[in-house]
C-alpha cells in the first residue's frame, strides 16, 4: 500500500467516526426529548378515550361528527410528530439541496414545541423574505434542535425563545437567529463552547448530561456549508446564535410552509 493510499485510508476512517459522533449526538437530543413527547402522547390518547366515549354515549349525528373530527384531529397530530422523529432519527445522507429555510424550522419545532410550552418557554417566530440556501436538512436540524435545547436549558422556570428566518439580500445570506431570555455565558466560557466534550452540564439523576459535542458539530456542520456562526451574550439576559448561509435561487418550487407562513406565529405555555 503506497502512503497516499494509507492517508485516503485514514480520511476515509476519520470521516466514518464523525459521521458515527454526529449520529450519537443525534440520539442523545432525541433522548432530551423522550419525556415531552411521551407527556403530548398521553395527552392525545386522553383526547382521543374521552371523545371516544362521547360518540358512544351521544346517539345524534352531530355530537358523533364532533367526536370523530377531534379524534381526527389528535390522531393527524400524533402521526405528525412520530414521522417527524422517524425521520429525524434516520441516519441523513450527504445530499444538500436547495430549501427554504422555513421549512426547515417548522420540521424541527414540531419536536420541540411541547418541551418548549412544559418549561415554559414562550416561542415566536419571525420570518423575512425567502431565506433559500442549499443545505444537508437532516445536519441543519441537527444543529438547530442542540441549539433550541440549548437555548431551553438556559432558561430555568420559563423565558422567551426568539427564533429568526430570513433572506437578506444586501449581505446575500439566508440567516436564522436563535434568540433565549436566558442565563447567558460569561466571557471566559464563550471562548470554550465550541471546543469538543466541553459542557456545564452536570449529569441529572438518570445520568443524563451534557456529551459537549452539540456545537462543535454545529461549527463543523456550518463550515462545511460555507456559512458562519456567530454568538453574542449578555450573562443575566440571554444569548443569540446567528447562523449564516449563502443565498441560494430557487431551482424548483417551493412547497407552501403552513404554521410560519405569516410574519409571527406564537406558542403560548
Ligand atoms: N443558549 C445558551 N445559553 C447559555 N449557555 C449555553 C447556551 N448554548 C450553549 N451554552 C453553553 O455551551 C456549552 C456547550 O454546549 P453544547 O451544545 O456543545 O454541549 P451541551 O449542550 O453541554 O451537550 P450536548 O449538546 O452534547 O447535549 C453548554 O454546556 C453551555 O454551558
Ligand atoms: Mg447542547
Do not use: W
Not at 437578506?168 to 447567558?184: H, L, T, V
Amino acid at each position: 500500500m503506497t502512503e497516499r493510499d494509507d492517508c485516503q485510508k485514514h480520511l476515509a476512517e476519520i470521516q466514518a467516526l464523525r459521521e458515527e459522533l454526529m449520529q450519537a449526538q443525534k440520539m442523545s437530543s432525541v433522548g432530551a426529548l423522550a419525556s415531552s413527547v411521551t407527556h403530548e402522547f398521553n395527552n392525545i390518547l386522553t383526547t382521543v378515550i374521552n371523545y371516544a366515549k362521547m360518540g358512544l354515549r351521544h346517539k345524534n349525528e352531530e355530537t358523533r361528527d364532533k367526536a370523530f373530527s377531534k379524534i381526527l384531529a389528535a390522531g393527524q397530530r400524533a402521526s405528525k410528530i412520530t414521522t417527524g422523529m422517524l425521520a429525524y432519527a434516520r441516519n441523513g445522507s450527504d445530499r444538500r439541496e436547495v430549501m427554504n429555510l422555513v421549512e426547515l424550522v417548522e420540521d424541527v419545532l414540531v419536536l420541540v414545541e411541547k418541551d418548549l410550552q412544559i418549561h415554559r418557554v414562550r416561542l415566536q417566530t419571525h420570518v423575512e423574505g425567502e431565506p433559500l440556501a442549499e443545505v444537508n436538512a437532516s445536519q441543519i436540524q441537527q444543529v438547530l434542535l442542540n441549539m433550541i435545547i440549548n437555548a431551553r436549558q438556559a432558561m430555568d422556570g420559563g423565558g422567551r425563545l426568539d427564533i429568526g428566518i430570513r433572506a437578506n439580500p444586501d449581505s446575500k445570506c439566508a440567516e436564522i437567529s436563535i434568540r433565549d431570555s436566558g442565563a447567558g455565558i460569561p466571557g471566559d466560557q464563550l471562548r470554550k463552547i465550541f471546543d469538543q466534550f466541553y459542557t456545564t452540564k452536570t449529569a441529572d439523576a438518570q445520568g443524563q448530561g451534557g456529551t459537549g459535542l452539540g456545537l462543535a458539530l454545529a461549527r463543523d456542520v456550518i463550515e462545511a456549508h460555507h456559512g458562519r456562526l456567530r454568538v453574542d451574550s449578555a450573562v443575566g439576559k440571554g444569548t443569540t446564535f446567528t447562523l449564516k448561509f449563502p443565498l441560494a435561487q430557487a431551482r424548483v418550487a417551493n412547497k407552501p410552509t403552513n404554521i410560519i407562513r405569516s410574519s409571527t406565529a406564537a406558542t403560548q405555555p
